[in-house]
T-cell receptor, first 109, second 113 residues
Framework: RKEVEQDPGPFNVPEGATVAFNCTYS??????FFWYRQDCRKEPKLLMS???SGNEDGRFTAQLNRASQYISLLIRDSKLSDSATYLC??????????FGGGTRLMVKP | ETGVTQSPTHLIKTRGQQVTLRCSSQ?????VSWYQQALGQGPQFIFQ???????GRGNFPPRFSGLQFPNYSSELNVNALELDDSALYLC????????????FGPGTRLTVT
């Protein structure tokens, strides 16, 4: 079983739609959680951290459920520019970031 | 832009050869982490360097080695290249050993034939 699992997609949605991605992680000792965004043939960039209480940044909302070892990302009012791969990332007690395989989102006009 | 640079951008090598990839960290950052990203997969942690010492290693064989220099730039060396080593190699710089955020460079795309 992979340490961080994501549905690879692709998720094809129309502009303006709401889309949600899920991620599960296997290490219950994981301490920090993030969503990164990666555009085609580019480097990953931090989208947002994920906190236990849930957090929102504009159209993006992240949730963490430690009991179920589950992380989610909700994107509201999707834009064409949101098309990218979204990487779920977990950091344990050490210094290593563990990435999921990514979920590909394609927003269509 | 993150201020993290990598060279070269692309590289083609033959199986069995050796390769050195380079990374310059963002100003003020003393930690460099290296990742391998195969096509269609997420990045996999190779190792991290903090103040010129290896400070954590992922599940990669010893033929993957590295260095960090006093200016905190870093090299990744891979010996005895295999076809499966073909991937995008990313370095990420950060401050401290338990960084909240890592800033990635644009990567080096290595093709092994």
């Amino acid at each position: 079983r992979k340490e961080v699992e994501q549905d690879p997609g692709p998720f094809n949605v129309p502009e303006g739609a709401t889309v949600a991605f899920n991620c599960t992680y296997s290490n219950s000792a994981s301490q920090s959680f993030f969503w990164y965004r990666q555009d085609c043939r580019k480097e990953p960039k931090l989208l947002m951290s994920v906190y236990s209480s849930g957090n929102e940044d504009g159209r993006f909302t992240a949730q963490l459920n430690r009991a179920s070892q589950y992380i989610s990302l909700l994107i509201r009012d999707s834009k064409l520019s949101d098309s990218a791969t979204y990487l779920c990332v977990v950091k344990g007690a050490g210094n290593m970031l563990t990435f999921g395989g990514g979920t590909r989102l394609m927003v269509k006009p | 832009e993150t201020g993290v640079t990598q060279s070269p951008t692309h590289l083609i090598k033959t199986r069995g050869q050796q390769v050195t990839l380079r990374c310059s960290s963002q100003s003020g950052h003393n930690t460099v982490s290296w990742y391998q990203q195969a096509l269609g997969q997420g990045p996999q942690f190779i190792f991290q360097y903090y103040r010129e010492e290896e400070n954590g290693r992922g599940n990669f064989p010893p033929r993957f080695s590295g260095l960090q220099f006093p200016n905190y730039s870093s090299e990744l060396n891979v010996n005895a290249l295999e076809l499966d080593d073909s991937a995008l190699y990313l370095c990420a710089s950060s401050s401290g050993t338990s960084p909240h955020e890592q800033y990635f460079g644009p990567g080096t795309r290595l093709t092994v034939t």
